[in-house]
Nanobody, 120 residues
């Protein structure tokens, strides 16, 4: 199995920035997908961005230009740079991992425990 541990959450003022990290350990994928998701109270889980082992990234439309996903393979670390944060970005943020199949990320098998982001 794969263990994912997020960090970097906290409280930030509107317009500020945060950088979230997710360290992966355990079993590894050769062809993988990694992604960031979030869930606010009373709302459904929302996809933010994905990155795969081919280096391809995809973003939810509302996150384009503000959020950037990246991976450091040497450190087995996924990151999410968040800029120009808004109150509506307040949520629990999760990283996830799964296999890359046919060039698509669609099956999320492993999840981290989450890290809270609060924008005031």
């Amino acid at each position: 199995d794969v263990q994912l541990v997020e960090s970097g959450g906290g409280t930030v003022q509107s317009g500020g920035s945060l950088r979230l990290s997710c360290v992966a350990s355990g079993s590894t994928y050769t062809d993988y997908c990694m992604g960031w998701f979030r869930q606010a109270p009373g709302k459904e889980r929302e996809g933010i961005a994905t990155i795969d082992s081919d280096g391809d990234t995809a973003y939810a439309e509302s996150m384009k230009g503000r959020f950037t996903i990246s991976v450091d393979n040497a450190k087995n670390t996924l990151a999410l740079q968040m800029n120009s944060l808004k109150a509506e970005d307040t949520a629990m943020y999760y990283c996830a991992a799964g296999p890359l199949g046919d060039g698509y990320c669609s099956r999320w098998q492993y999840w981290g425990q989450g890290t809270q982001v609060t924008v005031s």
